[in-house]
C-alpha cells in the first residue's frame, strides 16, 4: 500500500502562484510514477500532469503546459506541483496519483491507470 497525501491548496487570486505537495508513505518511492489529475464541479475528473520515476521525464495537458511545473524528490518521497499564473479555470480539487512503474504517456494521463490515490486538496482562483 501507499499512502498519498495532498497539501498546498487554498485560495489564490488570478495571476497567482501555488505550490502543492504530495507525500507519500508506504513503499518505495522512486518506483513509483506520479501523476497530478484535478476535478472542478459538474465536471469529470482529468489529468494535469505526470512524472516518471527517475524525474526525467515529464507530461503536462495543454490547459496548463508553460504554466505549471511537475517534479519530484525521491529523498523526501514527495511530489510537488508549481502552479503559477493561476486562472479561474484551474479552480479544482487536486489529486495526486502513484502508479508502480511508468508506462506509455497516453497511459499514464488516465486516471484508472494509477494504483493509488491521495484524498484531494482544494484549490480556489478568484478573478
Known amino acids: 500500500q501507499v499512502q498519498l497525501v495532498e497539501s498546498g491548496g487554498g485560495l489564490v487570486q488570478a495571476g497567482g502562484s501555488l505550490r502543492l505537495s504530495c507525500a507519500a508513505s508506504?513503499?518505495?518511492?522512486?518506483?513509483?510514477?506520479m501523476g497530478w489529475f484535478r476535478q472542478a464541479p459538474g465536471k469529470e475528473r482529468e489529468f494535469v500532469a505526470c512524472?516518471?520515476?527517475?524525474?526525467?521525464?515529464?507530461y503536462y495537458a495543454d490547459s496548463v503546459k508553460g504554466r505549471f511545473t511537475i517534479s519530484r524528490d525521491n529523498a523526501k518521497n514527495t511530489a510537488y506541483l508549481q502552479m503559477n499564473s493561476l486562472k479561474p479555470t484551474d479552480t479544482a480539487v487536486y489529486y495526486c496519483?502513484?502508479?508502480?512503474?511508468?508506462?506509455?504517456?497516453?497511459?499514464?494521463?488516465?486516471?484508472?491507470?494509477?494504483?493509488?490515490w491521495g484524498q484531494g486538496t482544494q484549490v480556489t482562483v478568484s478573478s
Open positions: 496519483a502513484a502508479r508502480f512503474g511508468p508506462k506509455s504517456i497516453a497511459i499514464m494521463t488516465l486516471g484508472p491507470s494509477y494504483d493509488y
Open positions: 508506504g513503499r518505495t518511492f522512486s518506483n513509483y510514477a
Open positions: 512524472i516518471y520515476t527517475s524525474g526525467s521525464t515529464t
